[in-house]
């Protein structure tokens, strides 16, 4: 291997650890602050404890199929959106058990998570958590038997 070969597979080395840090820091939210589908479920069913479910994603993919009981107020991809949940979470308790997610497509493209989990953080929620869908909510959700609704 020659010295400028070498060279190179090290800039691009260097190039994919500054990407993956990158990436790394680019979620606003703690593992602390993450709940996982099973957990998600489980929770669901326990009428006493369960979160409120926030859909933020596009109101096309809620009405294909959504969390059974989520609820939908935007998108939070967009301004307007964001404005809509925001003005429904400004009459909830800032000690209100929320749950957002989206699952349009993988989570680290993902254009509606981050900015509605800054908003609604921002805004004082305490107890706030994203709904890791890894792949998207077919994949990670409904193809793993987890309760949905569809058509509203």
């Known amino acids: 291997m020659s010295f400028r070969y070498a060279m190179r597979i090290l800039a691009l080395l260097s190039i994919v650890i500054v990407s993956l ?3 790394a820091q680019s979620n606003p939210w703690a593992d602390s602050q993450t709940v996982q589908p099973a957990e998600l479920n489980k929770e669901l069913s326990t009428a006493k404890t369960a979160p409120a479910v926030l859909f933020v994603g596009f ?6 199929g ?4 989520a609820e939908f107020h935007g998108s939070g991809g967009s301004p307007d959106g964001l404005a809509q949940i925001k003005a429904w979470a400004a009459s909830l308790p800032k000690s209100a058990n929320l749950v957002i997610y989206c699952g349009c497509c993988p989570m680290e493209r993902c254009p509606n998570v981050r ?4 908003a609604l953080h921002d805004m004082g929620f305490t107890k706030l958590r994203v709904l890791i869908l890894p792949t998207d909510f077919a994949k990670d959700w409904a193809d793993k ?3 949905y609704d569809k058509g509203q």
């Open 21 to 23: 840090a990158a990436f």
């Open 59 to 64: 109101g096309r993919l809620f009405t294909a």
């Open 66 to 69: 959504h969390i059974k009981g």
């Open 115 to 118: 900015p509605v989990f800054t």
């Open 145 to 147: 038997g987890f309760p």
